[in-house]
């Protein structure tokens, strides 16, 4: 398992992380992550441009399930 930290930002410069880490097992190939503002502090339909990335951290996060 590894975790991954998400970061979206207006102008490229700028970027803001994501409420919570990503946690991605060794089967998943795809997630889908859906901005309706709430993890990411700002509603994506007051900005003309939204930019993401994905950052892997240095250490698996350790979730309850």
């Known amino acids: 398992n590894q975790s991954y930290i998400l970061e979206h930002s207006l102008d490229l410069v700028t970027w803001t992380s994501w409420l919570s880490d ?3 097992s060794d089967t ?17 339909a007051v900005s003309s ?3 993401y ?8 996060s350790q979730m309850n399930q």
Do not use: C, H
Request: glycine share 4%.
């Open 28 to 44: 998943t190939r795809f997630i889908q992550i859906i901005d309706d503002g709430q993890d990411s502090y700002v509603d994506p």
């Open 49 to 51: 441009k939204r930019f």
């Open 22 to 24: 990503l946690p991605v």
């Open 53 to 60: 990335r994905l950052l892997k951290t240095s250490e698996p």
